[in-house]
């Protein structure tokens, strides 16, 4: 519980009987004064530990106490108690919002995990001959754990190549698990056995079954849907709200809309000084243009070590990219005036934002002679060759950091002991097995939601929780989510009309996208075409620029070194001989990207004392 400290610092409770001991911190954002936890129901006995918010919780009290249910408080706990009390685990399907809980049914004898559908809020779980834990914190199950923990050998190699820590449930931590997202976990508290049970997916329909209709009826439809779940997020809270503004298109949308219902919103954005590394025009145009409260943060190069540092013992685990200091820093700021925070992230999953590692599908395609079909010079410069095996095949090589045979010469004993590789490989022809019926374009996104968006919304949770602020997702919401899955790929991404026809086989997808002949979230700027400054959605997508090449250069570089050269087990990963600065070395053109991997799994292994 002191590790959960930060994520919940205005209250705290526990409860226990001889079998079961439950603990909870609370960030009180609705009615602070009482949903003290765990909540505990003296008629039925029994116990609710949870963490996030259920949106429509005032639509489900109003149709809980038509049925008869009294309510103490105005807190959303009670309302999720009771929805389970009335509905059992269907009352999943009513739900609007980010959650992670537990119940404990006396009754049943059962324990009861389950976690949000598009995992905004995370979940995990170990279980062994002493017992079984979960927690919101990888942190917090290390701290429970009496042995050192183990690297996992299939997201270890997983991270190495994506960035990506985890693999479907696993983490980097062999025996702790994620409950995956839209998945409930049931415990038989008598025999310590348990299952899992997906409630949740992503809707998955053929391209010729998709749903079409009238353009305009369907931009309609989208600013609907958006529009309901800005005002809900912005609106379910009895503390100040803020929220994130970048430069880019969907930091713009969600201010502008929530600015269009008359709230006064306070945006907070932040860059570095150094050129190239902010986006402080672009922010300012959209801050002006909606009139905001507008914030600016400094990020300093000065405080990236050691909000890293601080990151990593929070999280548990490893960080994803070198972004998740700054929106530290930017969330800290924010917690002077508010609680909450708006951000943007989803939406490239969801409207089709990734031109390159996304409408890389366009190239698979072409590479069998479909949709006019591609040069084989243009696919051997972006791939180094021009045929593909598989869909699973193509998309790693397109999605990652890391090949798999790079990861293999860089570590060739990792490489040969724990299957990592084949895990990795393994994993993703199952994903792509189930999707075999989609068009690629839209299996991609599918495994862009899986793999891609959970990373970015655990950076976002850790990072933002971290400061004791919760981070809310508009463009997450489920219904958002499942209308987009239902349309047609041209809605999402697609080249330009008017390109010659030669010009676009000369070229793969990255080539394309750098020449600007993509266009991707094509729904999402057309429905807020005559709502948004017209210079920010022409915009190309920038990511977040951070100069972690730059903060690895010089002194840092030796302290770095330092650090691998104190590694005392993961040079066990490497041929006889080797060092970790070595392999760094081997790198090349990769070295800043390698170096900011090691520097994260060494960081882990000297707070943890993790083994190969």
Not at 413 to 442: I, N
Request: glycine letters at 8%; hydrophobic letters at 40%.
């Amino acid at each position: 519980m002191e590790r959960l400290r930060f994520r919940g610092p205005d209250a705290e409770g526990t409860w226990m009987n001889e079998r079961v001991f439950l603990g909870h911190t609370r960030l009180a954002i609705l009615d602070p004064g009482n949903g003290r936890q765990p909540w505990s129901d003296p008629d039925h006995g029994g116990i609710l530990v949870y963490n996030g918010e259920i949106y429509n919780h005032r639509e489900l009290r109003g149709a809980l106490e038509a049925r008869g249910w009294a309510f103490r408080t105005e807190c959303d706990t009670e309302v999720l108690w009771y929805a389970y009390r009335e509905w059992g685990e269907s009352c999943l399907s009513r739900l609007r919002g980010i959650f992670a809980f537990a119940i404990m049914d006396p009754h049943l004898g059962k324990l009861w995990l389950v976690r949000d559908r598009l995992g905004v809020k995370p979940l995990y779980y170990h279980a062994s001959k002493e017992g079984f834990a979960f927690a919101s914190s990888l942190s917090a199950i290390h701290g429970l754990r009496k042995e050192a923990p183990r690297w996992a050998a299939g997201p270890l190699m997983h991270y190495l190549m994506t960035a990506r820590p985890e693999l479907g449930r696993e983490t980097l931590f062999d025996s702790i698990y994620n409950l995956e997202p839209g998945t409930f976990l049931t415990l038989d508290i008598d025999s310590g056995t348990y299952s899992t049970e997906r409630y949740w997916s992503l809707p998955r329909i053929a391209g010729k079954d998709k749903r079409d209709g009238d353009e305009a009826s369907i931009r309609q439809e989208v600013l609907n849907l958006l529009g309901s779940s800005f005002r809900e997020q912005h609106l379910s809270s009895d503390v100040p709200v803020g929220a994130f503004l970048s430069g880019g298109i969907d930091s713009a949308i969600l201010s502008s809309s929530v600015q269009s219902e008359g709230a006064a919103l306070t945006a907070y954005s932040i860059g570095y000084e150094r050129e190239n590394y902010n986006e402080w025009e672009a922010m300012s145009r959209t801050a002006r243009r909606c009139g905001l409260n507008w914030k600016q943060v400094t990020a300093t190069e000065a405080g990236f070590w050691e909000d890293c540092e601080c990151l990593l013992d929070h999280k548990g685990s490893v960080l994803t990219t070198p972004n998740e200091v700054p929106i530290y820093q930017m969330a800290k700021a924010l917690r002077q005036d508010c609680t909450v925070a708006l951000t943007g992230e989803g939406a490239d999953e969801i409207f089709g934002g990734y031109a390159g590692p996304t409408f890389a599908a366009f190239d698979y395609d072409r590479s069998r002679g479909a949709c006019g079909g591609v040069s084989q010079e243009a696919l051997l410069r972006a791939y180094g060759r021009s045929r593909f095996n598989s869909r699973s095949e193509h998309f790693l090589i397109a999605n990652t950091w890391f090949r798999g045979s790079e990861v293999s010469a860089l570590f060739p004993t990792f490489s040969d002991r724990g299957g990592g590789l084949q895990a990795v490989s393994g994993w993703y022809d199952e994903r792509f097995a189930e999707l075999a019926e989609l068009t690629t374009l839209d299996a991609y996104l599918h495994l862009h939601v899986r793999v891609n968006l959970e990373a970015l919304l655990n950076r976002l949770d850790s990072s933002t929780m971290r400061a004791s602020v919760e981070g809310r997702v508009p463009f997450t919401d489920h219904r958002v989510v499942e209308y987009l899955f239902q349309l047609p790929d041209r809605y999402k991404m697609g080249c330009r009309a008017g390109l010659e026809a030669s010009e676009v086989r000369s070229k793969n997808a990255f080539e394309l996208d750098q020449a600007g002949w993509v266009e991707t979230k094509r729904l999402l700027r057309s429905a807020y075409a005559s709502r948004v400054d017209a210079e920010i959605l022409r915009r190309r997508k920038v990511s977040f620029p951070v100069p972690f090449i730059e903060l690895f250069a010089g002194a840092e570089s030796e302290r770095l070194k330092d650090l691998l050269r104190s590694s005392t087990g993961l040079p066990a990963l490497l041929a006889e001989g080797q060092s970790l600065v070595d392999v760094l070395g081997k790198a090349s053109g990769k070295a800043p990207l390698l170096s900011w991997l090691l520097f994260n799994l060494a960081l882990i292994e000297n707070k943890w004392g993790v083994q190969v």
